[in-house]
């Protein structure tokens, strides 16, 4: 707002400027159609969901919809189950990888220098390609269809260690030092020293945790049976669409209903999402 | 990566940040090599830092090293969802090469990458540049942007079939205004591929585009400014003092969109089933069909792995072909 103030002044310019303005406004509302269009349909009477010309609000605004969502099909369920899902692998995954990332970076150890570099290297496996693998080990494990099958498998990806490890190296030292002249070992000094500095990190690594397991598909689609008592939001978003293929405000409703938490997350706290994707490459898809 | 492989690189490049802990009790040795220290002292950290690594590195062994490896095993045999497995062998590869869908799905796949990754990095480069500091409400535009990225992927999908639908959206719009249908985009041949991109696009750009954006942010106003001085144009200006700052940030955002896009499925699943006839089917929706709809997981592995190979091979050209555009300060 500061900067490049030397080239706006003049009328033309600023002309120019607010034409500019309008034209990204203008990007930024045919950006928005669909999900606006969505939220709209998601309140309309279903009779109305398909009319030429397109209407955006139908003759009545029905918020029974979005009760109707929950008795159609066990919605409230597949929200809890996403929930536990996620809350359950994503604690897994912190926990993991703070200690590791302080392993990484802090405690010298024979092998860190073989095992950190494997660490990277599985990076680099697509999940796409461990589906087929992984649910045979579950065939063999008896987790077909079961919740640690959704959980536990996703809940080591390295990349949380990675980025702890960063975190971890830019502590000054001498944060160990008072500690250890106090009397603390490796362990009092990590809980007591090193997790509450590094909350911000394990902060940004937890939501993008959260979030991936929360947007989860191939995996849920692949390993869940009983899609009525273990499905996670869009598997079960898409059972829901494959039965109430007409239904077009419901299935918009629950659309609705499956973005608002992470919306929330992501207007709550764009500035940490920012940083952890800019740094780190988290997030990607 | 490779800068820690090595036994003497790992304390060099850590001298800044890391000193070697003294025992407590002891004077704190700053400048003392750590295997300059007690045997003891070396001997109980060792033993802390394998004992902090385990949890994360059993778990990473167990659910992602055994399973690659057990795939590439399986890709040699033959191996029912049930039943008995035999070892055949390069047969399952001899198979996929001889199947001509498996083919079809490669093409469509690349077909999909060349659309979709140059669209991506246009749309999210243009908008990212478009976004400076000084645009007012930035942060607004920018979460608006995002919005379908971080959302569930099922629920965006869902919504664009309900535009690209006939009487849906699109073809409403079209018909009260110039009086036509608009074409059956995700039943027509020619028009189901690009309806796939084109969802795709708009659904994945935010993510390049915030990273650009925050790689922008960072090029120094000082060469900006020398820049202006000298006369230079805005457009000169971005390709010749901007783009070469952010090109690291390019490189990186040009490789995940590769990998992630040669992995492309729940859209096109989900708006096509790969449809019309085979037109939209993608190599991870092929490997899917083959190992959970037939059954056939050795055949499905294999499958996999040729997708691994690709995306290795890609992601190798890259790096090699990076030299020449990517400035690293």
Redesign the interface.
């Known amino acids: 707002?500061s900067?490049?103030g030397t080239?706006?002044t003049g009328a033309a310019p600023r002309a120019r400027q607010a034409i500019g303005?309008l034209i990204?406004c203008l990007?930024?509302l045919a950006?928005?159609?669909?999900?606006i269009?969505?939220v709209a349909?998601s309140l309309k009477p279903e009779s109305e969901?398909?009319?030429?010309?397109?209407a955006l609000w139908g003759s009545a605004l029905r918020w029974q919809n979005y009760t109707d969502v929950f008795s159609y099909l066990p919605f409230a369920r597949f929200i809890l189950n996403g929930v536990l899902v996620a809350a359950v692998g994503t604690a897994?995954n912190v926990?993991?990888?703070a200690?590791?990332g302080?392993?990484?970076?802090?405690?010298?150890?024979?092998?860190?220098?073989v095992?950190?570099?494997?660490?990277?290297a599985?990076l680099?496996?697509?999940?796409?390609?461990?589906?087929?693998?992984?649910?045979?080990?579950m065939?063999n494990l008896g987790w077909v269809d079961t919740f640690q099958a959704l959980i536990?498998?996703?809940?080591?990806?390295?990349l949380g260690?990675f980025l702890l490890r960063q975190f971890f190296?830019?502590?000054?030292?001498e944060l160990?030092?008072a500690a250890?002249?106090d009397?603390a070992g490796?362990?009092r000094t990590?809980l007591s020293v090193m997790v509450p500095l590094a909350r911000p990190t394990l902060a940004v690594l937890a939501v993008f945790t959260f979030?991936s397991y929360?947007?989860s598909?191939?995996w849920p689609?692949?390993i869940v049976n009983d899609v009525n008592a273990r499905a996670t939001?869009?598997?079960g978003?898409?059972a829901f669409?494959g039965q109430q293929g007409n239904e077009?405000s419901l299935?918009?409703a629950?659309?609705v209903i499956?973005?608002l938490p992470?919306?929330i997350?992501?207007?709550l706290l764009?500035k940490h999402?920012?940083r952890g994707?800019?740094t780190s490459?988290l997030?990607?898809? | 990566?490779?800068d820690?492989?090595?036994?003497q690189a790992?304390p060099a490049e850590?001298e800044v940040?890391?000193?070697?802990?003294?025992?407590?009790?002891t004077a704190?040795a700053v400048d003392e090599e750590?295997e300059a220290r007690r045997p003891a002292e070396?001997g109980r950290?060792?033993?802390?830092?394998?004992?902090?690594?385990a949890?994360?590195?059993i778990?990473?062994a167990?659910?992602?090293?055994?399973?690659?490896v057990?795939?590439l095993v399986?890709s040699f045999m033959n191996?029912p969802?049930i039943g008995d497995h035999t070892w055949t062998g390069l047969e399952n590869y001899r198979r996929l090469f001889d199947d001509p869908v498996f083919w079809v799905v490669v093409r469509n796949t690349a077909e999909y990458v060349i659309l979709y990754v140059p669209l991506n990095l246009v749309v999210s480069l243009g908008?990212a540049a478009?976004?400076?500091?000084?645009?007012?409400h930035r942060?607004i535009?920018?979460?608006?942007?995002?919005?379908?990225?971080?959302?569930?992927?099922?629920?965006?999908v869902?919504?664009?079939?309900?535009?690209y639908?006939p009487?849906?959206?699109i073809d409403?719009?079209l018909?009260?205004?110039l009086g036509e249908h608009a074409p059956n985009f995700l039943a027509d041949d020619t028009w189901a591929m690009f309806a796939v991109v084109a969802m795709s696009v708009?659904a994945?750009f935010g993510?390049n585009m915030?990273?650009f954006s925050?790689?922008l942010d960072a090029v120094p106003?000082s060469q900006i400014e020398a820049a202006?001085l000298d006369g230079a144009s805005a457009w000169r200006t971005f390709w010749h003092v901007k783009f070469p700052a952010i090109s690291p940030s390019i490189f990186?955002a040009t490789m995940?969109t590769l990998?992630?896009s040669?992995?492309v499925?729940?859209q096109p699943f989900?708006l096509t089933k790969g449809g019309p006839g085979t037109e939209t089917e993608t190599l991870?929706q092929y490997?899917?069909n083959t190992?959970?709809q037939n059954q056939q997981?050795g055949l499905?592995?294999a499958g996999?792995?040729v997708?691994?190979v690709i995306?290795?091979g890609i992601?190798a050209v890259q790096f090699l072909g990076q030299k020449r555009w990517v400035h690293y300060e």
């Open positions: 707002m900067s490049g080239r706006t303005y990204l990007i930024a950006f928005m159609a669909p999900l269009y969505m349909t969901t398909f009319t030429t010309p397109p897994i926990t993991v990888a200690l590791s302080y392993a990484f970076s802090r405690l010298r150890w024979r092998g860190r220098n095992v950190f570099p494997l660490f990277l599985t680099m496996i697509p999940q796409d390609v461990l589906v087929i693998p992984m649910y045979v080990m065939q536990i498998p996703w809940a080591f990806t390295a260690a190296l830019t502590v000054p030292q160990d030092d250890r002249v009397g490796t362990v990590f979030i929360w947007n598909f191939l689609l692949v939001i869009p598997l978003l898409q669409f077009w299935v918009m629950a659309s499956s973005m992470t919306v997350i992501l207007v764009q999402l920012v994707i800019v490459g997030g990607g898809r | 990566m490779t820690v492989t090595t036994e790992a850590e940040v890391t000193v070697p802990v003294a025992a407590p009790g704190i750590p070396v950290r060792s033993w802390w830092g394998a004992a902090f690594a949890p994360h590195s778990g990473l167990l659910f992602t090293v055994v399973p690659i057990a795939s399986v191996w969802m908008l478009w976004l400076t500091p000084r645009i007012r942060h535009f920018r979460v608006l942007f995002f919005i379908p990225t971080i959302t569930p992927l099922v629920a965006n869902v919504v664009w079939r309900m535009l639908q009487d849906g959206l409403a719009t018909q009260s205004t708009w994945g993510y915030l990273i925050a790689a106003d202006q990186f995940m990998i992630t040669f992995q499925f729940t989900l991870v490997i899917y190992g959970f997981l499905a592995s996999a792995w997708l691994f995306i290795l992601t």
